[in-house]
């Protein structure tokens, strides 16, 4: 089963950018189907982000405009870039995949951190 590592999180002022990443390795994330969650304090965990294997997105609506999923050239690599962001997208953010009806391979996540 694949095995994801999220990382590039961090504290950033509001209107500010990152780029989270998201890796597995030993193994190829091109024919799976990528997310990108977030978890805000005390909130659920929602899809902000997906990707399928011909490299066709969708986004919530929350972040349309100002994230973009992306695959790596490497083919084990998922990226998220954030910009203009908002203290609201402060939150902890996941990658899975998609296995049949599930999502699978949930690393520890990154914090993301926007001050206002």
Do not use: H
Request: proline share 3%; hydrophobic share 35%.
């Amino acid at each position: 089963q694949v095995q994801l590592v999220e990382s590039g999180g961090g504290l950033v002022q509001a209107g500010g950018s990152l780029r989270l990443s998201c890796a597995a390795s030993g193994r190829t994330l091109s024919r799976y189907v990528m997310g990108w969650f977030r978890q805000p304090p005390g909130k659920q965990r929602e899809l902000v982000a997906r990707i399928n294997s011909g490299g066709s997105t969708n986004y919530a609506d929350s972040v349309k405009g100002r994230f973009t999923i992306s695959r790596g050239n490497a083919k084990n690599t998922v990226y998220l870039q954030m910009n203009s962001l908002k203290p609201e997208d402060t939150a902890v953010y996941y990658c899975a995949a998609e296995y049949g009806s599930a999502w699978v391979g949930w690393g520890q996540g990154t914090q993301v951190t926007v001050s206002s």
